[in-house]
């Protein structure tokens, strides 16, 4: 399966890395590490992520990695990656999932 990075997925681990990195540069790189691990692993078993519980819509699942939510849709032969965020923050409805640039 493909893995696909949106727009907004892409500018989501930038945010975290940096936010973590003021700490810690070391860690924030190997936790940046983490979460692509997660994703690839998302895609190779596709269905393994729940249904987004504010969505209900089968196309549109997540994994967690620790308190992170890594939000993807299904499509033909890849998931696109839409949004990753910390599980404590608000989920962001109103941006998805209609953006996949």
């Not at 994994?63 to 890594?70: A, E, I, W």
């Amino acid at each position: 399966m493909k893995l696909r990075w949106t727009t907004r997925a892409r500018r989501d681990l930038i945010g975290i890395g940096r936010y973590i990195a003021r700490d810690d540069p070391a860690a924030a790189h190997r936790w940046i590490v983490r979460l692509r691990q997660r994703a690839r692993a998302a895609a190779r078993r596709r269905l393994s992520g729940r249904v987004v519980p504010e969505l209900q819509r089968a196309d549109v699942r997540e994994v967690l990695l620790r308190n992170y939510r890594l939000v993807y849709r299904l499509r033909d032969n890849e998931i696109h990656m839409l949004t990753v965020f910390e599980g404590h923050r608000r989920f962001p409805a109103e941006d998805l999932p209609h953006t996949e640039d």
